[in-house]
């Protein structure tokens, strides 16, 4: 009896042990899903352009800095990277210096299989000779992503301030570069009020003119007023005959301040600024045709293979951004190309500001098509017109 109950119990034991073993291996837990990189992943609840904002902002942030070589407008960015690494937590790392320095080391460096830069911003000459020949850059406008960057209701015209027709090139400054500059104790209000005034006899010999034979505001305001079909190569002949032409800039605004000449034209506007600063009687007119506008140098590219592509997007929206615009002219005092960037807080001069009623014309200097096919026939009238420095 104690044997049949043994028997029974280990028959048991022997079934509960079969029926644990025939269960086999556990199943393998099921691995939990990637968590998404930094680079896709966005706040919840964002949508549109500000998704891809924040997505860029964070790959940004992991490529650390963003490399800009800029000519005239270099300070100027240098004194605002403290502030665009503390918004954005991106290092922006300036290298400035003349135009044809930046561009010659862009070529070397490129030459080399070097591809540092992100952005090259400099004048429309640099570009035409050198950046769109190389092939050096990338399309602008798919960089877009603020609404008010992208949105042409904001810049002047209701359009971007495209330099080619490739949009490759955008020059993001428009200030009014002014071409007479009168001493107030030898020119009466309202005696000059058109460039043709200067013809009168009574100006027969007062007139200095800075040398439009030569690269910078002369040559340009020339080439724009003949250009723009302002004034005509018969302007230009009659007034070569009122005052001499006079090539070093401060000699003009200082014969102009110590009374010896009573007009200039086409001054140097920071020699001007500065004997103005200094008390001098000096002022700027308005001709009623008008004025030209200038980009100064403010022409931007982003490079192809650049090496932080995320950075320069948010770099480039930063800096056509009305923040990143007013930035730029608190330090340079020269209006942008968007139309929300003047008044109170602006950083402008009202001489450096566009002003309702003041005719404004394009920079030939600025126009791409003029820069490759017309440039040279105008510097030829040039040298033709005003002949030998006197």
């Not at 860029?56 to 800095?65: I, N, Y």
């Not at 079909?229 to 000699?251: E, H, M, N, S, W």
């Not at 200097?365 to 096919?373: E, V």
Request: proline share 7%; hydrophobic share 40%; with cysteine.
């Amino acid at each position: 009896m104690n044997y049949a109950r043994l028997l029974m119990v280990g028959l048991i034991a022997l079934l509960f042990l079969g029926l644990s073993c025939s269960s086999g291996k556990a199943p393998a837990p099921v691995p939990a899903a990637p968590a998404p990189t930094t680079e896709e992943r966005a706040s919840p609840g964002m949508t549109g352009w500000e998704a891809e904002w924040e997505k860029t902002l964070k790959a940004a942030q992991k490529e650390g800095k963003v490399v800009v070589y800029a000519a005239t407008p270099g300070p100027a960015l240098k004194e605002a990277s403290a502030g665009f690494k503390k918004k954005f937590g991106i290092t922006m790392e300036v290298l400035t210096g003349p135009p044809g320095d930046i561009r010659n080391k862009i070529v070397a460096e490129r030459a080399n299989g070097l591809n540092i830069q992100d952005l090259f911003i400099t004048g429309m000459n640099s570009h035409s000779v050198v950046s769109l020949v190389q092939n050096w850059p990338d399309p602008i406008e798919p960089e877009f992503i603020l609404p008010e960057v992208k949105d042409p209701k904001y810049w002047l015209d209701g359009k971007h301030p495209f330099q080619d027709d490739q949009k490759t090139v955008l020059g993001f400054l428009r200030y009014p570069t002014m071409n007479i500059a009168v001493n107030t104790k030898m020119v009466k209000e309202g005696e000059i009020t058109s460039y043709f005034d200067l013809l009168k006899p009574q100006w027969t010999g007062k007139v200095i003119i800075n040398d439009p034979r030569v690269t910078g505001t002369a040559f340009n305001a020339f080439s724009t007023f003949v250009w723009n079909k302002v004034l005509d190569l018969d302007y230009f002949r009659q007034i070569v005959k009122q005052g001499p032409v006079i090539r070093d800039a401060t000699t003009q605004i200082d014969w102009l301040a110590k009374e010896k000449y009573p007009v200039v034209l086409w001054p140097d506007t920071n020699e001007v600024r500065r004997y103005q600063e200094a008390g001098a009687p000096i002022e700027w007119l308005y001709p009623r045709e008008g004025v030209y506008l200038s980009m100064d140098g403010a022409g931007a590219i982003m490079l192809k293979q650049r090496p932080h592509p995320n950075a320069s997007r948010i770099f480039l929206n930063w800096l056509l951004s009305r923040e990143g615009q007013i930035e730029i002219q608190q330090f340079m005092g020269y209006h942008s190309a968007r139309v929300d960037t003047a008044g109170p807080g602006s950083g402008l001069a009202p001489i450096n500001t566009r002003q309702e009623g003041v005719k404004y014309h394009p920079d030939a200097n600025g126009d791409m098509n003029w820069l490759k096919n017309e440039q040279n026939k105008y510097q030829a009238w040039a040298n033709e017109i005003f002949g030998e420095t006197r």
